[in-house]
Every structure is written in C-alpha cells, then in structure tokens.
C-alpha cells in the first residue's frame, strides 16, 4: 500500500527587493523623539505569477519620553 505523489504545477517563485531608510531625532529638552521611516518593494512574480508589484512606505512615529 503505497502513495504516490503527483506535481500539478510549478509555479515561479516570488523574488522580494527591499530596502528602508530610518532618521530618529533623540529629545531635546522637550523629551520629544522622532522618528521617520521610508521603505521601498518590489516583487518579481507576485502572488506566483507573471505580474509585477511595487509598494512604498512612509512611517512617522513621535514618542514623549
């Protein structure tokens, strides 16, 4: 009794380029710190096909410390 297994398809796989940017403002006086954070993707092959896809990021984060 035995199983034998069958591939059904091979589909490409996703190719991921990535790269971030990070600037923090450490506080001052006013205890305030900043923090801006820039990002870009790109995905060859997306979601296991012939399509393309591009994102971007933009993050500001303020803390009181």
């Known amino acids: 009794m035995g199983h034998d297994w069958t591939l059904l398809a091979d589909n490409p796989d ?3 380029k990535r ?7 450490f506080p001052d006086h006013t205890g305030l710190r900043t923090t801006l954070r820039l ?7 997306f979601n ?12 500001f984060k ?3 410390l």
């Open 14 to 16: 996703e190719i991921r």
């Open 19 to 25: 790269i971030t940017a990070e600037w923090t403002r």
């Open 39 to 45: 990002g870009y993707e790109h995905v060859t092959r």
């Open 48 to 59: 296991f096909t012939e399509e393309n896809r591009s994102n971007f990021l933009v993050q």
């Open 62 to 64: 303020l803390d009181y």
